[in-house]
Structures are given as structure tokens and as C-alpha cells.
């Protein structure tokens, strides 16, 4: 099992960027896909961006695709959220997740492990 913990999250306008951060401990997450998900207050947990295991593969919703970022950096055991023109309709709190494979899938039932989460809030 990997422990993942989440930062870079904050208090920002519309239009403005972050970089959210997960950092994994306990084993190597290099041969595992890696997800970012995000739940909104009163909403279900969505899918928001999956890169595979080697990073040559990623997979983004299309309410993020163009301006969000997904990348891993398999040295560091750290996956990484490039977000920009942040939108008030992204305010969620994010969670990283640890996949049971190797391949990028927007399923949440595809991922074993997963972070406490990072808050994200974007103001009008």
C-alpha cells in the first residue's frame, strides 16, 4: 500500500493557476497509472485527469481538457496537477489515487489508494 499526500491547494481568483503536488510513500509508484479526482460540496467525486505509468499516456474531462496538466516525476514518487484559468466551477477538494495497474482509467473503483485531499477554491 502507498501513502499519498496531497498539497499546493489554496484560495485563488478565476483565472489564476495552481500546481497541485501528491507525494507517495511507502513503495515506488512508477509501475502504477496515477489519477487526480475532485468532489465538489453536495456532488459525487469526478474524475478530473489519469496519466499511465511510464507518462506517455494521459487522459483529462473535458471540463479540464486544454487547461489542466497531469504529469509524474517517477523519481521523486511524485505525481503532479498543473491547473490553470481556474474557474469558480473548479472549487473542490482534490484527491490524488493510486491505480491497481499500470494503464490510465477514469474509473475510481481502477485505483487502490488514495490521499486525504487538497481544497482548492477559486472566487469570482
Same mark, same amino acid.
Given at each position: 500500500?502507498?501513502? *499519498? #499526500? ?5 484560495? #485563488?481568483? =478565476?483565472?489564476?493557476? *495552481? @500546481? *497541485?503536488?501528491?507525494? =507517495?510513500?511507502?513503495? !515506488?509508484?512508477?509501475? /502504477? ?9 453536495? +456532488?459525487?467525486?469526478?474524475? #478530473? &485527469? ?9 487522459? $483529462? =474531462?473535458?471540463?479540464?481538457?486544454? @487547461?489542466? !496538466?497531469?504529469?509524474?516525476?517517477? &523519481? +521523486?514518487? !511524485?505525481? $503532479? ?12 477538494? $482534490? ?7 499500470? /494503464?490510465?482509467?477514469? @474509473?475510481?473503483?481502477? $485505483? &487502490? ?12
Amino acid at each position: 500500500q502507498v501513502h *499519498l #499526500v496531497e498539497s499546493g491547494g489554496g484560495l #485563488v481568483q =478565476a483565472g489564476d493557476s *495552481l @500546481r *497541485l503536488s501528491c507525494a =507517495a510513500s511507502g513503495r !515506488t509508484i512508477s509501475p /502504477y497509472a496515477m489519477g487526480w479526482f475532485r468532489q465538489a460540496p453536495g +456532488k459525487e467525486r469526478e474524475f #478530473v &485527469a489519469t496519466i499511465n505509468w511510464s507518462g506517455s499516456g494521459v487522459v $483529462y =474531462a473535458d471540463s479540464v481538457k486544454g @487547461r489542466f !496538466t497531469i504529469s509524474r516525476e517517477n &523519481a +521523486k514518487n !511524485t505525481v $503532479y496537477l498543473q491547473m490553470n484559468s481556474l474557474k469558480p466551477e473548479d472549487t473542490a477538494v $482534490y484527491y490524488c489515487a493510486g491505480g491497481r495497474g499500470r /494503464y490510465s482509467s477514469r @474509473r475510481d473503483h481502477d $485505483y &487502490a489508494d488514495w490521499g486525504q485531499g487538497t481544497q482548492v477554491t477559486v472566487s469570482s
